[in-house]
């Protein structure tokens, strides 16, 4: 019943700015909601968490500092902003929504999203 839809992504020099925005179409109420990521070749990446109430935020190692993840709930989407990216940023990016806990494991999500591209020239 929920369904993520992603948006955002694009192509952008190394050091620009994306914002990437997701969208529910059901109801997310109580939960948690995550980023992930899968560049060329690679497993899929934790990159951030934020939990229901917007009282914790969770940001994987490469990406802390450089990235702030967002929700408005009145309008049921979450965010990442993305700052100061480089090309090994190069991945699709996948929203995700589950229980309300912070956790970097793809198996604590229940709905995904399909993603949206993001391209980071040198």
């Known amino acids: 019943q929920v369904q993520l839809v992603e948006s955002g992504g694009g192509l952008v020099q190394a050091g620009g700015s994306l914002r990437l925005s997701c969208a529910a179409s059901?109801?997310?109420?109580?939960?948690?909601m995550a980023w992930f990521r899968q560049g060329p070749g690679k497993e899929r990446d934790f990159v951030a968490a934020?939990?229901?109430?917007?009282?914790?935020?969770l940001y994987g190692d490469s990406e802390k500092g450089r990235f702030t993840i967002s929700r408005d709930n009145t309008r049921n989407t979450v965010y990442l902003q993305m700052t100061a990216l480089k090309p090994q940023d190069t991945a699709v990016y996948l929203c995700?929504?589950?229980?309300?806990?912070?956790?970097?494991?793809?198996?604590?999500?229940?709905?995904w999203g399909q993603g949206t591209q993001v391209t980071v020239s040198s």
């Open positions: 934020i939990n229901w109430l917007a009282t914790a935020t």
């Open positions: 059901g109801s997310t109420f109580g939960s948690a």
């Open positions: 995700a929504a589950g229980r309300n806990v912070l956790a970097r494991d793809a198996g604590n999500y229940d709905y």
